[in-house]
């Protein structure tokens, strides 16, 4: 079993940038397929960003957050820009254990417990 574990949530203005890290106990993660995902209080759970082979996101995102990974530390990074009000959401970090044909495949077998970002107007 894989354990993932996020951090780097916290409180932040809108305009603020926060980065989001995911670490992973996984010994092949080069090969994991990894993504990002947010739920936010009565909605369901979105992607946010994946990264396999190649990258994906999710529109809202699109310019203002960046997916990256550092595979000798196993670890997947958020970078997020320019936040709003509604990216206030529960992040969590997601793994499967190899890549596959697109980054938005699902399912993921491996999920961290999440990190809260709060983005006040």
């Known amino acids: 079993q894989v354990q993932l574990v996020e951090s780097g949530g916290g409180s932040v203005q809108a305009g603020e940038s926060l980065r989001l890290s995911c670490t992973s106990s996984g010994r092949n993660f080069n090969v994991y397929h990894m993504a990002w995902f947010r739920q936010a209080p009565g909605q369901e759970r979105e992607l946010v960003a994946a990264?396999?082979?190649?990258?994906d996101y999710a529109d809202f995102v699109k310019g203002r957050f960046t997916v990256s990974r550092e595979n000798a530390e196993r670890k997947l990074y958020l970078q997020m820009n320019s936040l709003k009000p509604e990216d206030t959401a529960v992040y969590y970090c997601a793994a499967h254990p190899y890549f596959r044909s697109s980054p938005r495949s699902e399912p993921f077998a491996w999920w961290g417990k999440g990190t809260q970002v709060t983005v006040s107007s």
């Open positions: 990264i396999g082979r190649t990258t």
